[in-house]
């Protein structure tokens, strides 16, 4: 299995005590498969997408990557998974502003050992045109392609998206998604994708909704 979750709990601790906001989830992702993490803010999405990316641990329960438990392995084999294996897109795009678009294309890709053609990845995503603009004179919709295409072109075997179409109008959220699931496809690479979006949602292989900690 790409991505195993099992009976995983997550308390924060808060000024009125312990708020358990993760309580007992379970779920798969397969190799090829796409599947969409819904339900209302605060239920916890960014919380299980973050440790399934080994950024936090879980207070019990196990969370499997190709077989490995990011949360008991050591510092180097996580490093290693999460470089080679997992590609995050996040709500903040952490683009490099010392890089044009085309070098933060090409960054990840080149650390993960991989060549990638930017022209490419640019003309997929609709960045043709930016690609030697400095991220600062990008929208945030740009941006967000822009971090996105560069997740993709690591070819990632797990991909890890939290609302990566949040800041687009629909049809360019909709022509990135569709990106999204070609690359997932031709890579066979697995996508765990958070929105708030029904109608993306309904465009994915599976979708698992979160309601008070646990799978609705
Ligand atoms: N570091 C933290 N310390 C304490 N509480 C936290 C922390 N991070 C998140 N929370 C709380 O945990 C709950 C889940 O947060 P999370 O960001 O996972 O929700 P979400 O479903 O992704 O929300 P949204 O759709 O609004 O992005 C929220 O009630 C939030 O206030």
């Avoid at 960014?46 to 936090?56: K, M, R, V, W």
């Avoid at 077989?67 to 490099?96: C, H, K, P, Y």
């Avoid at 085309?102 to 995503?125: I, K, M, Q, S, Y």
Wanted: net charge negative.
């Amino acid at each position: 299995m790409l991505l195993s979750v099992r009976d995983v709990v997550k308390t924060y601790s808060t000024a009125d005590g312990p708020q358990v906001v993760l309580d007992g989830i379970s779920l798969d992702v397969k190799a090829g498969e796409s599947l969409a993490l819904t339900g209302e803010s605060g239920c916890g999405k960014s919380t299980l997408l973050h440790l399934c990316a080994g950024l936090d641990t879980p207070d019990r329960g196990r969370i499997e990557i190709e077989g490995t438990d990011i949360a008991s392995a050591a510092d180097a084999e996580r490093a290693r998974l999460r470089r080679e294996a997992v590609g995050l897109v996040f709500q903040q795009f952490n683009l490099i502003p010392s890089l044009t678009v085309r070098d933060n294309l090409t960054f990840h890709a080149r650390l993960a050992g991989r060549g990638v053609d930017p022209a490419t990845l640019a003309d997929r995503l609709g960045l043709t045109p930016f690609l030697d603009r400095w991220p600062e004179q990008l929208s945030g919709g740009q941006q967000q392609r822009v971090a996105i295409g560069r997740t993709l072109a690591a070819r990632p075997r797990l991909i890890l998206a939290d609302e990566p179409t949040g800041n687009l109008d629909e049809a360019t959220g909709d022509a990135v998604l569709e990106t999204m699931q070609e690359a997932a496809s031709e890579s066979g690479a697995g996508l765990l994708m958070v929105t708030h979006s029904e109608r993306l949602a309904r465009r994915m292989d599976r979708r698992l909704h979160l309601r008070a900690g646990q799978v609705a």
